[in-house]
């Protein structure tokens, strides 16, 4: 009899994946981790998930000795924090700005330039730009709203993302335009001037038939690495391929993983492809990539293979000669994307950091599934190469239609991962949900 159990369990752990993927193990420890700590912060809105969802670079960010958070109240407020990395005191300020909260694309991005300025940019889908900075270093206190040189542009702004380059840059990220039919803007902010330049109006131009959804990290060389699909119209069921292009100079040219250079804008004729993937597979748009400290880009994201209506996570890695793909989890809920605006669909949008010792990678992937309580998970491998994954639950606490975002400076310069975590509601389709308002927690895992 154990023989037959033994047998099944391999079965189960070794099940052949379609698209050309390694074989996955992923198996689950079955416990909460220990190694955990969730600090509170104060009740946000909660009724979509505007404050949790991944496209936030950031909601929680560290310069030097002191760790920001930022966040939406019941009343639509934004709200900013501050306190000492690992501490549980935290001073709020809310400020006078609102935002659309009922809208979930319309959440908030910060950064802290090298001289400890903060810029936060919120309440964007399509709207003219929403930024400030603080009045002093290390302040909460934003000053006026600004429309500061290029920045003004006269651009419809969806997901603005900030970029802290090495040297105490900024880059700053948006759309202008709208899905289906929207292109790539992407600006500098110099920290001697003080000022922004715009290095491009179309880094990615989907030439008015499709439009660019990306997700983007710096290594530690401070390479930029891009990555992106395409949509063809407004409904997600059209989102398709993925794509990748790299900059070693701060984003001002942009090339190949084979070093090719590349004319821009970037088109979907002239796009490096990491993985041809047909539309209507349940593919997410906006997941997330890190690098190793190679430079190797790691991409992460769901949908379902070919013959199947199960969407799995799939990592989408290069390793210095090719690009290859491994399914990741064993999911068993199947459900289909279809439709615009925000969904609330069983899986959150996967989170990945890569963290490198001794030559080998060790891959982690944050993410919530219905099938797993609603919780906060993660799953781990250190054989990527082998599909040996682990898989855990952080904490018991239920997070509803959360979205991993983490400190992205933290993480890079002391391996500490400081989730944005909160219990928020969602509907499809840009529907929100009659909840009252919940407590902001950050979570602490140092793995």
């Not at 880059?171 to 202008?176: A, C, S």
């Not at 008015?208 to 983007?216: M, R």
């Not at 190469?385 to 933290?410: A, C, F, I, N």
Request: net charge negative; proline share 6%.
């Amino acid at each position: 009899m154990k023989s037959e159990y033994r047998s099944i369990l391999l079965l189960l752990l070794f099940i052949p994946i379609s698209w050309g993927c390694s074989r996955t193990s992923f198996m689950d420890t079955g416990r909460v981790d220990s190694e955990v700590r969730l600090v509170p912060v104060a009740e946000g809105y909660a009724g979509t998930s505007v404050n949790a969802v991944i496209f936030r670079r950031n909601s929680i960010v560290t310069h030097g000795n002191t760790q920001f958070i930022s966040f939406y109240d019941a009343d639509g407020h934004m709200v900013l924090g501050r306190r000492k990395p690992g501490g549980n005191d935290w001073e709020l300020h809310t400020t006078p700005y609102q935002g659309n909260i009922l809208d979930a694309h319309n959440s908030i991005s910060m950064a802290v330039d090298g001289n400890g300025y903060l810029h936060v940019a919120w309440d964007h889908h399509g709207h003219p730009l929403r930024y400030a900075r603080s009045l002093e270093p290390g302040g909460l206190e934003l000053g006026d709203m600004e429309q500061p040189g290029s920045l003004s542009a006269g651009h419809r702004v969806t997901y603005p993302e900030f970029y802290h380059m090495p040297d105490g840059d900024l880059l700053f990220m948006y759309r202008h335009g709208s899905s289906g039919d929207g292109f790539q803007v992407l600006h500098h902010y110099d920290l001697e001037t003080g000022t922004w330049k715009m290095l491009h109006e179309q880094l990615i131009d989907g030439q008015g038939e499709v439009n660019p959804y990306w997700q983007t990290t710096i290594d530690d060389a401070g390479t930029l690495h891009l990555s992106w699909n395409w949509r063809r119209h407004g409904g997600v069921e059209t989102n398709h391929d993925l794509a990748y292009a790299r900059s070693r100079d701060g984003g001002i040219t942009w090339e190949r993983t084979n070093g090719e250079p590349y004319d821009l804008p970037i088109t979907p004729g002239t796009a490096e492809y990491a993985l041809r993937i047909p539309e209507n597979s349940t593919m997410m748009n906006q997941t997330a990539m890190d690098a190793n400290s190679r430079g190797r880009p790691y991409i992460v994201n769901y949908w379902a293979p070919e013959g199947s209506d199960v969407p799995q996570y799939h990592i989408v890695y290069h390793d210095g000669e090719v690009w290859r793909d491994s399914q990741i989890s064993q999911l068993t809920q199947p459900f289909k994307l279809r439709g615009g605006g925000t969904m609330a669909p069983p899986l959150s949008r996967p989170q990945i950091v890569v963290d490198t010792s001794d030559g080998h990678d060790r891959v982690i992937v944050i993410f919530r599934a219905e099938e797993r309580g609603g919780r906060v998970s993660v799953t781990t491998s250190n054989a990527l190469e082998k599909g040996e994954w682990q898989t855990r639950d952080l904490h018991e606490m239920p997070v509803g239609s959360w979205e991993p975002s983490y400190d992205t400076e933290l993480w890079r310069h002391e391996k500490k991962l400081h989730l944005f975590v909160q219990r928020v509601g969602q509907r499809d389709h840009e529907q929100s949900v009659d909840m009252d308002p919940t407590m902001v927690y950050v979570l602490e895992w140092h793995p």
